[in-house]
C-alpha cells in the first residue's frame, strides 16, 4: 500500500494538470481563496473547469476572469440536460464566440440516473431525468459544434458505455480530440475509443481498493492519451490520502479539495511505476495537446 502524502516533495516540483473539475461548485466557492492559495502551493499549471448548465457558464467565467490556469469549459450535462432552457444552444454558441480560451463540456450519456438512481437520490433533486434519447440528442449537437470549432470536449459516461461508442462513431467530432473523463469504461473498449480520438482521465477516487478494476484499465491507456483529473468536489480519495481538506457537506457527504490533484498525481506514479516528474511530463504533454 502507498501513501500518497509521502511523495508530497516529488510532486512539489512538477506543474499539476486537472484535466476535469467543477471549481465553481456553491461548496467550494466559500473557500475559494484558501482553495487557490493550495493549487498555486501543489504547482497548478492547468485545471479544466466544466460547467453543466446555463445557471452556472456565468460563475464558470469570472473563475476564468480571475485564474490564469483556468481553462473554462462550457456544456450541458446529462442530468441537467431535461431542465435546459429554451435558448441554451444560442447561449452556447455566444460563449464560444466570445471567449478564446472556452471549450466544451460537461457533455454526455448517462443511463444511470434512469436505471439505477434511487427516485429520492438529492443529487438530482428538482431534476427531470431526460431519456437516453433525448440525452444523445443535446449530446451529439454539442460534440459537433466542438468539432465545427476544433475544441475539445469532456464527455461524463455512467452505464452508456456501448451507446456513446454508437454515437461517436456516428458523430462528428473534434480533430484534436475529446475526453472521457474519470473513464470507467472496460479495457477492451480503450482501443476502440482511442482510434476515434479519445483521451482518458485517472480520477483519484480509482486509488480506493473497491475500485480495482477501474484502476487496472489505466495499464493499458496508451501513454499519450493520459490524463489526471480530481472531478472536485465529488470523488474525493480516501482519508489516508488526501494533502488537504474541507468542511463536509450538512448530510456529512467529503468535499474533495482542488489540490488533492497533487495525490492523485503520486497515487497513479505508484500504481504505473513511475516517478512523478515522469508522470507529470507525460501529462503535461497530453494537457497541452488536448486543450492547449
Not at 456513446?164 to 475529446?178: I, K, M, S, Y
Amino acid at each position: 500500500m502507498f501513501i500518497p502524502g509521502l511523495l508530497w516533495l516529488k510532486v512539489e516540483a512538477v506543474k499539476l494538470y486537472d484535466a476535469h473539475n467543477h471549481l465553481q461548485d456553491e461548496w467550494l466557492l466559500p473557500h475559494l481563496d484558501q482553495i487557490a492559495a493550495d493549487l498555486t502551493k501543489a504547482g497548478i499549471a492547468g485545471a479544466v473547469v466544466n460547467g453543466t448548465t446555463p445557471d452556472d457558464w456565468a460563475s464558470v467565467s469570472a473563475l476564468a476572469s480571475r485564474f490564469p490556469w483556468v481553462v473554462p469549459s462550457y456544456g450541458v450535462h446529462p442530468w441537467d440536460c431535461g431542465n435546459r432552457p429554451s435558448d441554451w444552444q444560442g447561449r452556447l454558441e455566444s460563449r464560444l464566440a466570445t471567449e478564446p480560451r472556452a471549450r466544451v463540456g460537461e457533455i454526455g450519456l448517462d443511463r444511470w440516473i434512469l436505471d439505477s438512481a434511487k427516485p429520492d437520490d438529492p443529487r438530482l433533486a428538482g431534476l427531470r431525468r431526460a431519456p437516453l434519447a433525448e440525452q444523445k440528442e443535446v449530446f451529439v449537437w454539442q460534440l459537433e459544434l466542438a468539432a465545427t470549432h476544433n475544441l475539445a470536449a469532456s464527455i461524463h459516461c455512467i452505464d452508456a458505455w456501448g451507446a456513446l461508442l454508437d454515437t461517436l462513431r456516428q458523430a462528428r467530432r473534434p480533430e484534436r480530440g475529446f475526453l472521457l473523463h474519470a473513464y470507467a469504461g472496460s479495457p477492451e473498449l480503450v482501443r476502440p475509443f482511442a482510434d476515434l480520438g479519445a483521451y482518458f482521465s485517472f480520477n483519484g477516487a480509482f486509488l480506493d481498493s473497491k475500485h480495482e478494476q477501474h484502476r487496472n484499465t489505466f495499464k493499458v491507456i496508451p501513454a499519450d492519451r493520459l490524463l489526471v483529473e480530481t472531478d472536485a468536489p465529488a470523488m474525493p480519495l480516501r482519508s489516508a490520502w488526501r494533502l488537504y481538506n474541507l468542511p463536509a457537506r450538512p448530510d456529512t457527504t467529503t468535499v474533495n479539495h482542488p489540490a488533492n490533484i497533487a495525490a492523485v498525481y503520486a497515487g497513479l506514479a505508484a500504481f504505473l511505476g513511475l516517478r512523478v516528474d515522469q508522470l507529470a511530463t507525460r501529462v503535461e504533454e497530453n494537457f497541452n495537446r488536448l486543450f492547449g
